[in-house]
């Protein structure tokens, strides 16, 4: 009989830092570079070769912890981390070890009942990126250009019991550092790359089971995919009476598979020891509350205020709150035009289709807030009908420029004159007796074609609703 096992996942997700050189010397941390053409004795591990600390890194490193709700060692210190492998050039690496920037914290992620999970936080702390290996059929190589970019890794405790719980984490995650701006956090890059601890044991007991590390994972799906496979995996064997063993497995995506790596090490294997050539970081707590107080709201508190302070819906606000660039667009355009809600449909349906068709974030489109504030009020005022305010919307996110100016410059305001829409409606019947026929006999939607001729021949400027209503008291008319 198949038995249910307490499931237990820990994460060590590493997020490579949005500085311009690497952490501890010039050399440029910019992606798609000649191999092998953005490196130094440093970060090729020379003797003699002296590392200097990366500021910035430093800084983005407790800024997120501060983000994440960590406490913050005012003095830290680096450690070598030794094991031998073909992308690291020193045969060490240097990390933190006992002494990390940040303790502590946790994530809240949203659960499928509804709810939330808080997910505790062991420490982030910062360390160098090792090289890439390449393998190609008769060769291999290893491109030294990503050896020392800067890392921040985040160490969870294994609060994680499901896949989907460690996919939504990495969401979050991944959501408050765009938010506070500290790593591009492009999967597609290797920005941001995990280590997924996973173990089981029967209900009852409460020691950990024997954990597998999944090693590189460096999509979210993939994580989710890996995670449920190992947990099938490992349930199996237990149910089979087997014993399940530490072991490093790798995600194989084509074949949907888990494959063991090598044996696990354990922290004693790799021989920390302090760093020689690094002064310990001292921050000051005045530094600490400054950066403190800078920091931007959560993701997930800004998702309820919208929604409360706008009255929009949980799941508008959710999608706008997503993305920091798109929820300050927002809220600009909220007080531009005065309503919330109005903001969020134009938001939510015309811009963000504009923003997938011309594959154009909003921060680097042509619309700007008070466009689309301007754009909605003239829709308000009932100057443009809504297909002119569509068309013009989509010249203005490519083009820029005043709504109100292209209404005035090109005569594109509404026309609402009885005596213009019934020169353009007379034409239309005349144009088009089948369709009148076609109503006489009961088709309503024949009256549709019939207002959709006018607006044609109007060239979009007609007011719909009173082309509707005039179209109808003619057709009652004849049919009378």
Same mark, same amino acid.
């Given at each position: 009989m198949k038995q249910t096992y307490r499931v237990s996942i820990g994460l060590e997700v590493h997020i490579q830092l949005k500085t311009q050189t690497k952490l501890f010397c010039g050399c440029a941390t910019s992606f798609g570079a000649p191999p092998n053409s953005c490196v130094c004795p440093v970060c090729l591990g020379y003797p003699g070769a002296m590392p200097v600390m990366n500021r910035e890194a430093v800084r983005l490193t407790l800024v997120s912890g501060l983000m994440l709700g960590c406490s913050i060692n005012t003095t830290s210190t680096f450690d070598r981390k030794s094991y031998f492998y073909p992308d690291m050039p020193k045969n060490y690496q240097i990390t933190q070890y006992d002494k990390p920037l940040c303790l502590d914290g946790t994530i809240d992620i949203p659960l499928t009942d509804g709810g939330r999970k808080p997910i505790r936080l062991i420490r982030i702390h910062l360390e160098e990126d090792v090289a890439k290996s390449m393998h190609e059929a008769g060769w291999s190589g290893v491109d030294f250009n990503r050896a020392g970019t800067p890392l921040m890794e985040i160490v969870t405790h294994p609060d994680l019991s499901s896949a989907d719980e460690a996919a939504a984490f990495l969401t979050a995650l991944r959501q408050i550092l765009l938010y506070v701006g500290v790593s591009a956090c492009n999967l597609e890059e290797g920005n941001m790359r995990c280590d997924v601890n996973v173990s089981l044991r029967p209900p009852g007991q409460d020691t950990l089971g024997t954990k597998v590390e999944l090693k590189n994972m460096n999509t979210i799906s993939g994580t989710h995919d890996a995670l449920q496979y190992e947990i099938e995996r490992q349930s199996a064997v237990l149910d089979a009476g087997g014993r399940i063993v530490q072991e490093t497995r790798r995600w194989d995506v084509d074949n949907g598979v888990t494959i063991h790596m090598r044996s696990k090490e354990d922290a004693h294997d790799y021989r920390y020891f302090a760093e020689p050539d690094l002064l310990p970081i001292v921050t000051p707590p005045d530094q600490i509350d400054a950066w403190r107080r800078s920091l931007p709201e959560l993701p997930a508190v800004r998702r309820e205020r919208l929604a409360r302070q706008y009255d929009i819906p949980d799941y508008d606000a959710a999608v706008l709150a997503a993305d920091r660039a798109l929820a300050d667009f927002f809220e600009a355009v909220a007080q531009r035009c005065g309503t919330g809600k109005t903001a969020s449909?134009?938001?939510?349906?015309?811009?963000?289709?504009?923003?997938?068709?011309h594959e154009t974030p909003v921060t680097a489109c042509a619309l700007t807030p008070d466009a689309?504030?301007?754009?909605?009020?003239?829709?308000?005022?009932?100057?443009?009908?809504?297909?002119?305010?569509?068309?013009?919307?989509?010249?203005?996110?490519?083009?820029?420029?005043?709504?109100?100016?292209?209404?005035?410059?090109?005569?594109?305001?509404?026309?609402?004159?009885?005596?213009?829409?019934?020169?353009?409606?007379?034409?239309? *019947?005349?144009?088009?007796?089948?369709?009148?026929?076609?109503?006489?006999?009961?088709?309503?939607?024949?009256?549709?074609?019939?207002?959709?001729?006018? *607006?044609?021949?109007?060239?979009?400027?007609?007011?719909?609703?009173?082309?509707?209503?005039?179209?109808?008291?003619?057709?009652?008319?004849?049919?009378?």
């Open positions: 449909n134009w938001i939510m349906t015309d811009v963000l289709r504009l923003v997938t068709a689309l504030g301007e754009l909605i009020g003239l829709v308000e005022a009932q100057t443009i009908n809504a297909l002119t305010a569509k068309e013009l919307l989509e010249e203005v996110f490519l083009s820029g420029g005043s709504p109100a100016e292209q209404v005035r410059s090109r005569g594109l305001a509404q026309v609402s004159d009885s005596g213009a829409l019934d020169g353009w409606i007379d034409a239309v *019947m005349q144009a088009h007796p089948k369709s009148v026929a076609d109503w006489k006999a009961g088709k309503q939607a024949a009256a549709g074609f019939l207002i959709g001729q006018v *607006m044609k021949a109007s060239q979009g400027k007609a007011d719909p609703k009173r082309v509707g209503r005039l179209l109808g008291e003619r057709l009652a008319q004849q049919n009378g």
